[in-house]
T-cell receptor
Framework: DGGITQSPKYLFRKEGQNVTLSCEQNLNHDAMYWYRQDPGQGLRLIYYSQIVNDFQKGDIAEGYSVSREKKESFPLTVTSAQKNPTAFYLC?????????????FGQGTRLTVV | SQQGEEDPQALSIQEGENATMNCSYK?????LQWYRQNSGRGLVHLILIRSNEREKHSGRLRVTLDTSKKSSSLLITASRAADTASYFCATDVGGDDKIIFGKGTRLHILP
């Protein structure tokens, strides 16, 4: 089945550790996105990528890093520089936003700092 | 920065009534989309309206777009308990390929 898969569903991190969230899509989409969602809040854009080997910062990129070595994969690393990383992280993909196509979302990864 | 702002933040209505949610945005857009999120899950696309369209229907959903006022509304008719969810508007930022979401409206349908 075509879709977008995030793993793991739940992740626990000790303070000072880096962790990497996985996002894989088999929809052949060019664009991929990472969003952060805090309880009862909207989605805030962390990073997005329109093409392999290229990505741009969103509104809250500090403390995060990404790579786009393959079209189907867009992993997000939450670094120790991110002071408040506990949140729900959502990955999405689309053909291209400006072309007027919908974004498909994964089921999210809930990250908790312990 | 948030591109879209939904209004109201929360809405509770009786089953069978209509629910209306509004979205305002700041910059020019190519299209506007509405998404639904059940608690703790990913978002599901509901409907897309392009900047040259004024109204669009999909089943019990009706979306309007007023580019002069930079606003959109989502109407859900004959609401059902299963419509309980959060609803978000999202816009592309004109000339860019990022998709920006609003803060959402939490809709609760009372039995």
């Amino acid at each position: 089945d075509g879709g977008i898969t995030q793993s793991p569903k739940y992740l626990f991190r000790k303070e000072g550790q880096n962790v990497t969230l996985s996002c894989e899509q088999n929809l052949n989409h060019d664009a991929m996105y990472w969003y952060r969602q805090d309880p009862g809040q909207g989605l805030r854009l962390i990073y997005y990528s329109q093409i392999v080997n290229d990505f741009q910062k969103g509104d809250i990129a500090e403390g995060y890093s990404v790579s786009r070595e393959k079209k189907e994969s867009f992993p997000l690393t939450v670094t120790s520089a991110q002071k408040n990383p506990t949140a729900f992280y959502l990955c999405a993909s689309s053909i291209l936003a400006a072309s007027g196509t919908e974004a498909f979302f994964g089921q999210g990864t809930r990250l908790t700092v312990v | 920065s948030q591109q879209g702002e939904e209004d109201p933040q929360a809405l509770s209505i009786q089953e069978g009534e209509n629910a209306t949610m509004n979205c305002s945005y700041k910059t020019s857009i190519n299209n506007l989309q509405w998404y639904r999120q059940n608690s703790g899950r990913g978002l599901v696309h509901l409907i897309l309206i392009r900047s040259n369209e004024r109204e669009k229907h999909s089943g019990r959903l009706r979306v309007t777009l007023d580019t002069s006022k930079k606003s959109s509304s989502l109407l859900i008719t004959a609401s059902r308990a299963a419509d309980t969810a959060s609803y978000f508007c999202a816009t592309d930022v004109g000339g860019d390929d990022k998709i920006i979401f609003g803060k959402g409206t939490r809709l609760h349908i009372l039995p």
